[in-house]
């Protein structure tokens, strides 16, 4: 259960982003208890977030949590997805997804297991970067294919998971 703490901020209006794309008002929690726990059901919305075991997408899975939202978050390493699960409580409405962004099969596998566990899959959120920090003139090329394939490819089985199959 995740305990909604007023407002957090938006990220610069990721968050409302995401909200408005699953056509969800700011909380669409389906119904909050006498605790004030925010409490999910067959009904609230999902979004799949690649890289969302840390940083940015960490942040806006807390967020969509919080709003009664039901969230998979895919990233590299298994072990800081389970860290952040554990960060949370290990929430209900929370699947963690081991797999690398870089890799199509592994992108398609997570949309695949979101709609299988939640039944649909309304937003997605391609937070998953890579960066070489070097330039074009000067740069080895060794690490390039990893960036594109994680930051312009890795998107493309995202959009194929038909956000919306209800």
């Known amino acids: 259960m995740v305990r909604p703490g007023g ?8 968050t409302s982003s995401v909200l408005k794309v699953m056509n969800c008002p700011s909380n669409c929690a389906e119904f909050t ?12 919305h999902v979004a799949l977030i690649t ?10 899975a807390r967020q969509l949590l ?19 699960a554990a960060q949370l409580g290990h929430p209900e409405g929370l699947l963690t997804i081991p797999g690398s962004a870089a890799e199509y099969d592994e992108v ?9 566990r939640f039944g649909r899959l309304d937003a997605v959120v391609a937070n998953a970067g890579v960066a070489t920090h070097d330039a074009v003139a ?3 090329p060794a690490g390039w294919t990893e960036m594109v394939l994680t930051n312009v490819l890795g998107p493309a089985p995202c959009s194929s998971g038909r956000p919306s199959t209800r």
């Open 7 to 14: 407002r957090a901020r938006d990220l610069g209006g990721l």
């Open 33 to 44: 208890d006498t605790r004030g726990t925010t409490t999910m059901n067959d009904n609230s």
């Open 51 to 60: 890289g969302g075991g840390s940083g940015i997408g960490a942040a806006v």
């Open 66 to 84: 919080a709003a009664g939202g039901r969230v998979a978050v895919t990233g590299r390493s298994e072990q800081r997805l389970y860290d952040f």
């Open 108 to 116: 398609q596998a997570a949309v695949e297991t979101t709609l299988k």
């Open 138 to 140: 000067d740069g080895d």
